[in-house]
């Protein structure tokens, strides 16, 4: 156990952080600690040792000489890993059959919390009895090291199946199909898998599938959730948004539902339905934005299986199929051409899709609506001249164009960056427009340039909100000549004195600095998510 009751000393603190870091399944560098602490070379190579001892690795996690003996089984090769455990194919020398060995990868160094959370997979796995569900054989301990056995599904993955090459449309309906009621059956017995993904999806000999890997799985029906809340638990191109969101206590059969239609989307189309560059905006992907319709990245999809996609899919778990079987049962309406249960989507519901999938494109063009119709009110009234209605209503049309276009880039991945900075530039550039035909620094619409900074900040790059602070400070400054060298004249009906403008100036910078600091802090933290296993 971590050395924490130990004397405040500088040295038994470095090991306590070493063993922590083992006993997480992760290996800290050797050699940066000996670099500033030489005098704990044997204390960690005694540490190295145990853990050897306790896994089939050497000190570079790499796998031990195999074949091996481990108990009533022979270690044959080693089929993958993850944060908390390592999974091996071996051989049952007792019936001489061929197994699947899950082990803990810290070995005797796992952590109380490690073990329990192993435990509690053996224990949901081994409840459940399905033809789609890979079968847990045996459970124990081996001179101090946890596992399980289970049943080899000798093939590849689904993800595998993905990287291979296109999947028929037909097929990937059966694959679902299956798996959907193999996750029902799940439920029925109070397991929710919390991380369906591809890659826990093996397909034997005969391609069919069996679910696996019950590592984040919650069995509600127990009267403690040990997951807290906030802790987001899951792969985030696969996840739910209300685990995206770290609320665990929303998480339940509902939430399966979601990855089997990012499952289904993949399996469709190729891609996940949410794929960012990082673990951050893929959640945020999860949380806030819509996927692409499934029939624009494959034609050959029909409108009834993208439609259950989609369902699957929705944002709220309400809107979603009502368990895994009613989708499994669509599915298989789909397979036999008959009715199917899910409806295509009235006006309305498209349109209010249109603004989840395009959210900067529809903020603006709602943002300019509402603009224009004030405007096109006081127009009427004869508040404004004819000539500042036309000149304004020239800049609206040409920022919904631009908006247009600039979303239209933001779509390419290869674009999205430099046309999130020229649709910044556009927006700065279209309000100084604005503000010049009218009033300028002593119009309300000054109040534009703090919320074009708050919302690059939506964008989460540090550099394109700095880019927008200093855009808008350069945009209130060229006003602010505006106000005392080209047009005096609107110093008669407003304050004259320049700290108002200081102020003013001084206030963006802030909104600017506060946002970065923000954007900065939540990136920092996607980067520490991003290297968790």
Partial sequence: MPMSDAPNDPSLRV?????????????????????????????????????????????????????????????????????????????????????????????????????????????????????????????????????????????????????????????????????????????????????LKPSNILLDA?????????????????????????????????????????????????????????ILYELLTGTPPFHAESPLDTLLEVLRDDPLWPRSLNPRISRGLERICLKCLAKSPGDRYASAQALADDLDRFIRGEPLAVRPPTPIQRFWNWTRRQPALASRWGALALFYAIELVNYCNGTVSPTFHVEVSIVAVFWVLASFVCQQFLENRKWSLPACYVWGTLDSLALLAVLRIGDGAASSLVVGYSLLIVASGLW??????????????????????????????????????????????????????????????????????????
């Fill in 460 to 533: 989460f790059y540090v550099r394109f909100v700095w880019f927008m602070t200093s855009l808008s400070l350069l945009s209130y400054g060229l006003l602010v000549v505006d106000f005392y060298c080209w047009r005096p004249e609107l110093q008669n009906w407003m304050y004259r004195g320049f700290d108002r403008h200081v102020i003013f100036a001084a206030s963006l910078a802030l909104t600017g600095a506060m946002v970065a600091s923000l954007v900065r802090r939540v990136r920092m933290l996607s980067a520490f998510y991003g290297r968790q296993p």
């Fill in 206 to 262: 005969n391609e069919q599938p069996f679910v696996t890997d019950f590592g984040l799985a919650k069995i509600f029906a127990e009267q403690e959730d040990r997951t807290a809340t906030g802790v987001i638990a899951g792969t985030p191109s696969y996840m739910s948004p209300e685990q995206a969101a770290g609320r665990p206590a929303e998480v339940g059969p509902a939430s399966d539902v979601f990855s089997l239609g990012a």
């Fill in 15 to 195: 090991l306590d952080d070493y063993l922590a870091e083992l006993q997480a399944g992760r290996r800290p560098s050797r050699t940066a600690i000996l670099e500033r602490h030489p005098e704990l070379a044997s204390a960690l190579d005694c540490l190295d040792a145990l853990e050897r001892l306790a896994s089939p690795y050497d000190a570079d996690q790499q796998p031990a000489d195999l074949p091996r003996d481990f108990g009533p089984y022979e270690l044959v090769r080693e089929l993958g890993r993850g944060g908390m455990g390592v999974v091996y194919e071996a051989r049952q020398k007792g019936l001489d059959r061929s197994v699947a060995i899950k082990m803990i990868l810290a070995g005797h160094l796992a952590s109380p919390e490690l073990v329990r959370r192993f435990q509690a997979e053996a224990r949901a796995a081994a409840r459940l009895r399905h033809s789609h569900i890979v079968a847990i054989h045996d459970v124990g301990q081996w001179n101090g090291q946890d596992y399980f056995a289970m049943e080899y599904v000798d093939g590849p993955s689904l993800a595998e199946r993905i990287a291979a090459g296109p999947v028929d449309p037909s097929q990937a309906v059966r694959w679902v199909a299956a798996v959907a009621r193999a996750v029902e059956h799940l439920h029925q017995h109070g397991v929710v898998h919390r991380d």
